[in-house]
Nanobody, 116 residues
């Protein structure tokens, strides 16, 4: 069973950067479509970026295009989300998701807080 562990969150000032990591065990990440989701306080969880397991193509939600970059290191079995030019509205818990077929796995999340 795939297990995902996110890390790299923290408190950062507006305009700052963070790199979130999603480390996998119990499976090979490039066999899964991997997505990053976030949930702001009082709001529903929303998808922000994903990478395909078929061709490695990436997708970004409009609000994060140009600021977020998703990458995958197969040797480390880890997916990263580089977040630049952070805004207060980026605040939330960021979750990593792995999906293949009917199987769907979530990490525990990492908190990102953007505040001056």
């Amino acid at each position: 069973q795939l297990q995902l562990v996110e890390s790299g969150g923290g408190l950062v000032q507006p305009g700052g950067s963070l790199r979130l990591s999603c480390a996998a065990s119990g499976g090979t990440l490039d066999h899964y479509a991997i997505g990053w989701f976030r949930q702001a306080p009082g709001k529903e969880r929303e998808g922000v970026s994903c990478i395909s397991n078929s061709d490695g193509s990436t997708y970004y939600e409009d609000a994060v295009k140009g600021r977020f970059t998703l990458s995958r290191d197969n040797a480390k079995n880890t997916v990263y989300l580089q977040i630049n030019s952070l805004k207060p509205e980026d605040t939330g818990v960021y979750y990593c998701n792995g999906r293949v077929g009917v199987y769907n796995y979530w990490g525990q999340g990492t908190q990102v807080t953007v505040s001056s």
